[in-house]
């Protein structure tokens, strides 16, 4: 593909970041990831992705994407120990008083922890000539031409505490919901974009088990929904290594307990018995991680009159869904190929012309976490047509 560039730089080295700088390393001649934290060698959690100890799963049309950006990832996952999933088929769905109908499909999601995705995927980024990342390094603030309105590079500093002004010729912020772009604008001269936020004020509890040929037959996953009269919800989904993951949980305080008896009466009280069959008696492989999250957040970027050249945002520094939906990475790698999409036409603009082609990818996927939210009567917010 015909290049931008000489140099793009990608803020944020999860799973957004690295999707973002696969993609930048079309067109650009080389592609620099900065990540705050120290990276692990191994399948292990991290500092800077607290979310990333609990329940995940890649929707097909993730798992699809990942494939298309790097040939054989799916393949190479599943050869380590992740599980292909239909995800109509193989996962029993639980909401609003009913069972889904279980029916093959050709909806292939991958059941897989989120530190082995995110080391896979980085591990696939990495082995691009032209991509390099650099950790334990945070990004203090964009340097601009105020005269021309272009973004020229970035400030950078060490965990050493030494900073140093580095060029480029696009900055992609995929710092996540923490993302200080708001901010940054601000100081710049430009207007920050308007946000909409929708709290829900969960608490999930979440432990490794060993997975035995006999729990839930001929099923990988349950997902019990949060939903009339209770609001709970739990999930459970096979992993590597013959573990199940389980997440249990619910809103405004009622949350799974932190003592090993508490645990499994929360899973007892759920409104199907599966996850508790399973549980009741399987041996822990973890101790309990709890997990709080506020509210969905998106920005809409989108509606900005004016924004520098060379700088945009990206994943969860857009819109950042309640977790129990699991749609974040999915969005996020819809993101990228619409990235890619923008860049084949040229780099000018491209701020204002990806954030257009973002806003349907995000308008469902918020759709069905907001909708879903404020069906529970404390979610505050307007609700629409569709919420009864």
């Known amino acids: 593909m015909e290049r931008r560039g000489k140099q793009a730089i990608v803020i944020g080295g999860s799973i957004g970041g690295l999707l ?34 609990h329940a995940h799963g890649l ?7 990942l494939d298309e950006l790097f040939p054989g990832f799916s393949e190479d996952a599943v050869s380590q120990g992740a599980i292909y999933g239909d995800v109509v088929d193989d996962v029993l769905w639980f909401n609003y008083g009913v069972y889904l109908h279980n029916t093959p499909s050709s909806l292939k999601g991958l059941l897989i922890s989120r530190p082995m995705l995110e080391e896979l995927v ?4 990495l082995r691009l000539p032209n991509v390099r990342l650099q950790e334990q390094t945070e990004i203090l603030e964009p340097i601009c031409d105020r005269i021309a309105g272009r973004v020229t590079g970035v400030r950078a ?26 901010t940054w ?35 990988q996953a349950v997902i019990l929904g949060a939903c009339r009269p209770d609001w709970r919800f739990g999930v459970i989904l096979a992993q590597e290594q013959d573990r199940w993951i389980v997440t249990l949980g619910g809103y405004f305080g009622d949350y799974a307990p932190s003592d090993d008896a508490g645990y499994i009466e929360f899973a007892r009280g759920l409104q199907k018995p599966e996850i508790f069959e399973v549980i009741k008696d399987a041996e822990p492989l973890t101790p309990l991680t709890p997990y709080r999250f506020a509210a969905n957040l998106r920005r809409y970027y989108e509606e900005l009159t004016r924004f520098p050249e060379g700088f945009l945002v990206f994943g969860d520094g857009l819109c950042s869904f309640n977790p129990i939906y699991g749609q974040g990475m999915t969005v996020a790698s819809m993101e990228a190929l619409a990235l890619r999409q923008c860049l084949a036409v040229g780099s000018q603009e491209i701020a204002g012309r990806f954030f257009r082609a973002a806003r349907p990818l995000i308008d469902i996927p918020w759709q069905i976490a ?19």
Not at 38 to 53: F, H, I, M, N, S
Not at 122 to 125: I, P, T
Not at 160 to 182: H, N, Y
Request: charged share 30%; glycine share 8%; hydrophobic share 35%.
């Open 20 to 53: 973002a700088a696969r993609v930048l390393a079309y067109f650009y001649d080389a592609v620099t990831v900065f990540e705050r934290d120290a990276l692990p060698d191994t399948y292990e959690p991290r500092k800077g992705v607290p979310q990333g100890r």
């Open 59 to 65: 929707l097909a049309r993730g798992r699809e994407v």
């Open 122 to 125: 980085r591990r696939s980024v």
């Open 157 to 182: 500093q060490s965990l050493a505490g030494a900073t140093e002004a580095i060029d480029c010729d696009l900055l992609v912020d995929a710092s996540g919901r923490g993302s200080k772009s708001p």
């Open 185 to 219: 604008l601000e100081a710049l001269g430009y207007a920050k974009p308007r946000e909409d936020s929708i709290r829900v004020d969960i608490g999930y509890m979440t432990r490794f088990y060993r997975r035995r040929p006999e729990h839930l037959p001929g099923k």
């Open 370 to 388: 907001v909708g879903s939210d404020l069906q529970h009567p404390d979610v505050e917010g307007k609700r629409p047509a569709q919420v009864y």
